[in-house]
């Protein structure tokens, strides 16, 4: 029984390398799109927003000699071919899904229009959004929480490398604590653990959308937290 009518799915771009050390691993991108579908089949409508870490930070733009303006640009861009490659797998397992680009490229995917994402997840199609927010400096994760709020998702599903939030990286320190919830507040004053950036958490927080903060590498965890599961740290 699904808890939530319709959730937000934010993967970060490193997700889509599985294996690898730069771009596209087909397999993990398979099998990403196979634990979508899980979380499909009780009816919870999916969109999902996703980076482009795994070819392009916008932030290292000044490492690469470019403009920053510049350097999220070609970041958004490759938002547009990890969705791509999303929809492409997605599709080959027989579950319609759209992308919907804030920065139109009218040959390959469809312009965001509010009204028409809703439309297709209305329909039973996963709608994977591309291009971030479309302006440079902010990150996809603002992208996230704007699309939420504009599409009503009830939740934020972050997927991350962890299986939740802890008080120092537990990659680093065995005795990092786990924390089960965090207010908003908490969340933002926690700079230093890098859960969200700002502008992404207070747009939650102000108009009360929840985040779960969860290890997407573990099998059913998606299925697990659209069906209200805690299977990491609670943001409310």
């Known amino acids: 029984m699904t808890k939530y009518k319709r959730i937000l799915l934010k993967l ?3 997700a889509f390398l599985g294996e690898r050390e730069y771009g596209i691993d087909p397999k993990f991108t398979e099998w990403l799109a196979r634990e979508i579908i899980k979380a499909q089949k009780d009816g919870t409508q999916i969109a999902i927003v996703v980076g482009g870490g795994n070819i392009f930070r ?6 690469h000699g470019l403009e920053r303006t510049v350097g999220d640009y070609i970041g958004m861009l490759a938002t547009i071919m990890n969705s791509l490659a999303l929809q492409a797998a997605l599709e080959k397992e027989k579950q319609p899904a759209r992308v919907l680009s804030s920065i139109e490229i009218k040959d390959v995917c469809e312009p965001y229009i509010r009204r028409r994402a809703i439309r297709h997840l209305e329909k039973g199609r996963v709608v994977i959004f591309a291009g971030g927010t479309g302006n440079p400096y902010f990150t996809t994760d603002t992208a996230a929480s704007l699309r939420a709020l504009e599409t009503e998702c009830e ?3 972050k997927a991350t490398k962890v299986d939740g939030v802890y008080d120092r990286d537990p990659t ?4 990092a604590k786990k924390f089960d919830h965090l207010s908003y507040n908490e969340a933002i004053a926690s700079r230093d653990i890098g ?3 700002n502008s992404a958490l207070s747009l939650c ?3 009360k959308i929840p985040i779960m903060v969860f290890d997407l590498a573990k099998e059913g965890n998606i299925a697990k937290a659209s069906s209200g599961e805690q299977v990491g740290t609670l943001i409310s």
């Not at 916008?58 to 490492?63: K, L, R, V």
Request: aromatic share 0%.
């Open 172 to 175: 680093k320190n065995k005795d």
């Open 58 to 63: 916008g932030t290292s733009a000044e490492e």
């Open 155 to 157: 939740i934020i599903l």
């Open 205 to 207: 927080m102000d108009h």
């Open 12 to 14: 970060s771009g490193e």
């Open 195 to 197: 859960i969200m950036d």
